[in-house]
């Protein structure tokens, strides 16, 4: 069997950095001053919601520059001839809070969402810049080669997403910040292709995770991270299966469990759980 097996390293230094640096971190009263912001900005949201619910949109940041407020008549004009939207909606987190966080909003024309692996390579999260070929800008940016844009049509919520807008989930706030667009699962079809993209082509069904930026309908991800979803296998079952499955392996390869090794023998999974069924079967992502 040629195909490619995924390997998950695992970098001590990089770990044993975080651990340092967490050490030297400042406290107030023993407390991170990051756990205590977000702790008074959730029994804030709580009291407003509770006793003067009318101030909620008070708590609301400005909106980016990307993001664009939008009336019924432009809603009703933004279909393309497939019944799909031209420009991306997501759902964008502005500060650490209540649920009143979580808004629906739509970008601008061009603009999509993207993970913080691409910060180097190509533009910081959570938003792109109009892209290349959109109806922005016949000169817009053009996506990394190995990347790309991904129509979405199904994410899963993961309990993560809660921490994000909790404002307790540490690689959100260190690599991304606010406002952030949360979720790791993406499952849709391929709209656009990098140029050196060969296992992915246009209109493509695909399926995989992103580094946050997943609540969105546009986004974009290296072609890495993605596999074509099989055919019976729903957008919905698809955007189910990465963040789990990623979460398992990683845990067995931190054991020293993944990759197995060779002739490993298969086994009875564990009580339904990945990591079981992974510990003892050669899975090929």
Not at 261 to 274: F, L, M, V, W
Request: proline share 8%.
């Amino acid at each position: 069997n040629n195909e490619p097996t995924l390997t998950i390293p695992f970098n001590r230094n990089i770990h044993r950095q975080s651990a340092m640096a967490a050490e030297k971190k400042r406290t107030i009263l023993g407390q991170d001053p990051d756990v205590l912001l977000a702790l008074w900005a959730n029994v804030l949201s709580w009291l407003v919601s509770t006793f003067v619910p009318s101030f909620l949109p008070r708590l609301l940041p400005p909106a980016c520059s990307e993001e664009e407020v939008e009336d019924s008549s432009a809603a009703a004009a933004d279909h393309d001839s497939r019944g799909g939207r031209r420009r991306t909606r997501c759902v964008s987190i502005g500060r650490p809070g209540g649920s009143e966080q979580l808004r629906i909003v739509r970008l601008k024309q061009g603009v999509a969402t993207v993970g913080y692996n691409l910060k180097e390579l190509f533009c910081a999260p959570p938003y792109t810049p109009p892209l290349e070929g959109s109806a922005a800008s016949s000169s817009g940016e053009v996506i990394p080669p190995d990347c790309v844009v991904l129509r979405n049509d199904a994410f899963s919520v993961n309990y993560a997403d809660c921490c994000i807008r909790w404002g307790l989930y540490e690689s959100a706030k260190r690599f991304v910040g606010y406002p952030i667009v949360p979720g790791f699962d993406v499952s849709g079809a391929v709209e656009r292709v990098g140029s050196d993209v060969t296992d992915l082509k246009e209109g493509d069904d695909a399926f995989g995770c992103t580094l946050f930026g997943a609540y969105s309908s546009r986004v974009v991800v290296p072609s890495l991270q993605l596999r074509r979803r099989p055919r019976g296998l729903s957008a919905e079952r698809g955007a189910a299966l990465p963040a789990v499955s990623l979460t398992a392996l990683h845990a067995l390869s931190l054991a020293g469990h993944y990759p197995p090794p060779p002739g490993a023998s298969d086994g009875a999974a564990g009580t339904g759980s990945r990591a079981g069924e992974y510990s003892n079967k050669s899975i090929l992502i």
